[in-house]
């Protein structure tokens, strides 16, 4: 909350980062944080995710920087996968930053996240994808294309951070190495959406994201025209994206995206699902699928981004149980430990 009246005041998101703030702050708090208090402080989130509908996630960790944090993380959202009714799937994120410690030493920490932290979060199963964050002043598109590399190599599949606040080449990389998504993509290329579309590359856009930072949006109708499948999330983090709330993330689609009511539908089921590999699995009401089912209260979908701000979510079901109803979060049986 103190980097919002820093942004307000005139301060860049990337000047917050090298000056420690932003990721190497929450890296902080991280670190001091016992897997116990992180189990309590997600499920609450978890919880309000349910309420506003949503019943997949996927966590990325990248707020530990060293390897025992991060696997620390990684077996907090393991957890809460097997505890909590929402399913929490993992992306392994330890080159999200370059943590202080590495400052001027970058290709060390490159390294280290390669040789060290990648061979176990494999060897304990603890994610299913490798996440990089390729950016001017935090690692370049060669750095990346090595820790994805090395990922792929352990059987982790590639996802990226990419052209968030320069064009910097990574939606470029995302085709090159054939990740199965690229985030944020507010900077992208018009040769670097062409290569994604080519190569059949989900866009995961993140419109709060832009918003909160007060940043130009990424292209969405550009990308879908190419023919790039756009899929949409919170990014709920405490930087850059304060928020549980899936349906004002759908309204930001709209209004400052210019996607249609049906897109941003489409973006947040079945395309989200491809995103996370589950596109077999959740994503559109099918036999053989997950009763994975959101009522609203609208008469049709186009209300859904017509009232802004609002929660039309009446009733959540997960794997056909009832979890909400009215609006209210049934008692559930999580531990809190």
């Known amino acids: 909350e103190k980097e919002l009246e820093m942004r307000l005041n005139g301060a860049k998101y990337i000047d917050i980062l090298k000056a420690g703030g932003g990721i190497l702050q929450t890296t902080v708090s991280t670190r ?12 609450k989130r978890l919880n309000k995710f349910l309420q506003y509908g949503v019943t997949t996630v996927e966590a990325k960790s990248g707020y530990g920087l060293n390897l025992k944090d991060e696997i620390k ?50 060897e304990e199963e603890l994610a299913e994808f490798c996440d990089v964050f390729c950016e001017e002043g935090v690692f370049t ?17 590639s996802k990226i951070h990419a052209d968030e606040i320069v064009s910097f080449g ?17 900077k992208a290329s018009d040769q670097g959406i062409k290569q994604m579309a080519e190569r059949g590359v989900i ?3 993140l419109p709060g994201t ?19 499948p756009v899929a949409l999330s919170t990014d709920r983090n405490p930087g850059s994206s304060p928020t549980e709330s899936l349906p004002f993330i759908m309204n930001l689609a709209c209004l400052t995206m210019k996607m249609t009511p049906a897109e941003v539908l489409t973006a947040c089921t079945i395309n989200a699902a491809h995103a996370i590999c589950k596109g077999d699995q959740i994503g559109s009401i099918e036999v053989g699928k997950k009763a994975d089912l959101v009522l609203f209260d609208a008469p049709n979908y186009q209300t859904l981004q017509y009232n802004y701000a609002v929660n039309l979510v009446d009733t959540v079901l997960k794997d056909g149980k009832v979890v909400v109803e009215g609006g209210v979060l049934h008692e559930l049986s999580v531990p809190t430990a």
């Open 32 to 43: 001091q944080a016992t897997e116990e208090e992180l189990i309590k402080q997600s499920t």
């Open 203 to 205: 866009a995961v856009l």
């Open 170 to 186: 990574g939606a470029e990389l995302a085709a090159k190495v054939g990740a199965v998504s690229a985030d944020h993509l507010l």
């Open 210 to 228: 832009a918003f909160f930072l007060m940043e130009e949006p990424a292209r969405a109708r550009k990308m879908i025209e190419a023919g790039v």
């Open 73 to 122: 993380q990684l077996k907090v959202a393991k957890k809460l996968n097997e505890q909590h009714p929402v399913d929490v799937v993992s992306t392994f994120m330890g080159a999200h930053a370059v943590p202080v410690e590495y400052k001027g030493n970058e290709d060390e920490f490159v390294r280290f996240v390669i040789e060290e932290m990648i061979p176990i979060v494999a």
């Open 141 to 157: 598109v060669e750095q990346s294309d090595r820790i994805l590399q090395a990922g792929k190599a352990y059987g982790l599949k």
